[in-house]
């Protein structure tokens, strides 16, 4: 059987993810969350790079969870997009950082300090669909597999759905994750 074009795969798993019910969808990112606490704590990571939800896309949000990510002495780490040029730049979100969506949607900060990202340790990768074998599905734009071209962190994405078996729909520029979060199951 010939694979789904992953154009048509992507399509399919935002639309799916975007009809989430309010209360499926709390619920899961709640569990995510905890998920997400628990290996943090457990690997003691110290720079997080993480991704500001999508909103309209029902992405995990683990926005909440910053106080305590901060309690354990971690920075944080989010980056603004520059979408002609293809490129990101990096900032640690202090308690007091401004954040403003840019024309796609996505929170970024306006009034933060440049952050190393050579100093990052954990980076938190948003996606659409993982396979066990630590390939995903993201929105197709490639940000993610250029930042993580060369990066020496791990490389964790975050799920609201459970891993699926495998994904066929790869590209020779993707980057493989060294895991999933999902709020089914800590694997790690």
Known sequence: MKPIAKSLLRKTLLDYRRL??????????GALCENLMTFIKKKGYK???TFLP???NNE???TGIFPEIRKLDCQIVVSTTDFARQTQEHFYLREKTVLRKNRMGIPEPSNAQKADFEEVDLVLVPLLAADKMGNRIGYGGGFYDRLLQNSKAAKIGLSLSTKLDKISQKEVWDIKL???????????
């Open 47 to 49: 720079t997080i790079h």
């Open 54 to 56: 999508i909103e309209r």
């Open 20 to 29: 989430l019910l309010v209360q499926v969808f709390e619920e899961r990112n």
């Open 178 to 188: 060294d895991g999933v979060l999902t709020p089914f199951e800590v694997n790690f």
């Open 60 to 62: 995990p949000d683990v």
